[in-house]
């Protein structure tokens, strides 16, 4: 197990960021005039030339080789879900059989990966097998430092020889383009000509669960699948709430020490750490950054917690719900909306001005959310999270919107034309020119809501805690832009703006209130209520990821040149296919672990009870209970056999499927997903009635408890 890492070598402004390749590192190794231009290549002012490009790539060779690396990359986000790199050296022959370490302009700017094996969903021809990865000057290069090794890592995008998006990161910096320019419309609508350029910051709080790599090893299904296809609960789960910001153990405290040490290498402003609902489950979370860069940091930090982890003897799951019975895994994802100039456009204000700001940019969200509310559930979609989703534990399937009781009283106030009495006593004035003020703050936090107003900031709680945040993003960010091209529209045909703004304050928000929910989430009578709202359920992954291809959000996506017709039903086929995929290795992981695993183990024991009861029975003795318990394990291990055979004939029927990629997906979830429960009932029973000495592998108490 490592030792604390010692930060008296260092100051803790010495470590950040020194295997970041900076704006600060930027400005002290870049000529003065190829900084500034590379700054109005960032800011999208200007196009990338050739020249600057040299410029760059060179002083980024040069910082790279004096931290010791020998190779670059150019890393990107395929539609895997996880990253993807190949790795070149800096080396090129020389004359007398010497060496020259090089790295030119076009090697940063471009690289040809083989896009043959990576999910394309029909884009393009496996024999087509040419991608191209592009240099996103708007994310800094990092040094990825694994045991030693050090490599330059470039962040890139990812698309086809013929300009679709392959990746998840294209797509987020088109959404962006799209919510800036309708964004600006607004502002200079309303009178702003200072700001010039909208910036969705995004910051993420990511959960995981630490186990014990010994236990990792014993378990086929964690090391498969990534959770537990079978497990019954320990005596102890998380009833107590102890282990909530409960103390840190030491184990752990070491393990976040480095953790936290390597992230602020790489520039991440890992902030806060704690203990997380269930036993052996924590959260870390960073400092708001672009909805862009926070993507590529949060994907990283994945990476780091895993590496790290491992380097303590211990597995870091990020699975949405590796454990039954305790608390899944998500990652909120806290959307905000501002200016380049430092103007927060969720940020309650106190004059009148402000306000309608506030107001009419609140009410835009509001409406986007309702109308494109099967967006963000597809966007939270994903195997692991239906198993989290609606579980007594996260929000549910059904998308609402928490603003706390103050903002919307003040809305209701405006719709409803009713009188307003603030805290304080006094009066609030809802008129044609004044819009009433209140502070930050102004509302609770409910943890039932997947879309909570949280005093500056919206938090999107579905997202799960293995998923990429570019994905909510871009349907966030597209979904926006969208209302606000209409409010901007409106805006600028009208005489009256103040008029205009308190007149879709209104529409917006009686049309759309139905969206507003401050109650507990995740109540039954939730979705009761909901149904008559005529809210959408989408409960699983498979009707979730289908809504992407909905003539009317193609036509926005297309509007706003986020993703064409083509790369939508692409990323349909590839996340049905995915869906598919997982579900299949997880029962295929059952169907072994029943057969070769439990069965045996429990046979073993049955046999040793049954030389017990014979030996009573010669000696004249009525062992009654540990007759019983023999039927039990019996009929159970009769119905795993039954129940793994009907799995695996449900199984193949399902794989037959695979030239209709939605009736395939359907048949994994309607008819394998079920087949793996009550294969499961089975194979758990056996374990409350196995002695522990033959059963195969560690239990949830080993796992949870034993760190």
Known sequence: MSECIDFTKKTLPEVYGENCFSDVVMHERLPAKVYQELKLVQQGEKKLSGEVAEVVANAMKDWALEKGATHYTHWFQPLTGLTAEKHDSFINPGPGGTVLLEFSGKELIQGEPDASSFPNGGLRATFEARGY???????????????????????????????????????????????????????RALGNEKSKKIVINVGPEQEYFLVDEEFFDERPDLRLTGRTVFGTMSAKGQEMDDHYFGAIKGRVAVFMNELNYELWKLGISAKTQHNEVAPNQFEIASVYASANNSTDTNQLTMEVIKNVAKRHGLVALLHEKPFAGVNGSGKHNNWSIGTDDGLNLLQPGKSPEDNAHFLLFLTSIIKAVD?????????????????????????????????????????????????????DGQKVRVGSTTIPSFPKDATDRNRTSPFAFTGNKFEFRMVGSSQSLSGPNTVLNTGVAEVLEGVADRLEASDDTIAEVNSIINEFYSEHRRVVFNGNGYSDEWVVEAEKRKLPNLKSTVSAVKVITNEEFIKVFEKHKVLSKAELESREEIYLETYSKQINIEAGVMVEMAKRLIVPASTRYMQEIIESVTS????????AAQKDMIVQL?????????????????????????????AQADSYYEKVVPAMEELRTYGDALEKITDKAYWPYPSYEDMLFRL
């Open 371 to 423: 109308i494109y509310a099967p967006l963000l559930r597809m966007s939270a979609a994903c195997a692991g999270n239906d198993h989290r989703l609606g579980a007594n534990e996260a929000p549910p399937a059904i998308i609402s919107m928490f603003l706390g009781e103050q903002l919307k009283d003040i809305l209701d106030s405006i719709v409803d034309g009713k009188e307003l009495i603030k805290v």
């Open 133 to 187: 990865t592009a240099w996103d000057t708007s994310s800094p290069a990092v040094i990825k430092d694994n045991l030693g090794v050090k490599t330059l890592t470039i962040p890139t995008a990812f698309i086809s020889y013929t300009g679709e998006a392959l990746d998840k990161k294209v797509p987020l910096l088109r959404s962006m383009d799209a919510i800036n320019k309708q964004g600006l419309r607004v502002l």
């Open 634 to 662: 019996s009929q159970n291990i009769n119905a795993t056999i039954v129940a793994a055979d009907k799995l695996a004939e449900v199984m193949n029927t399902a794989h037959e499927l695979e030239e209709d990629v939605p």
């Open 616 to 623: 009573q029975v010669a000696l004249g003795l009525d062992p």
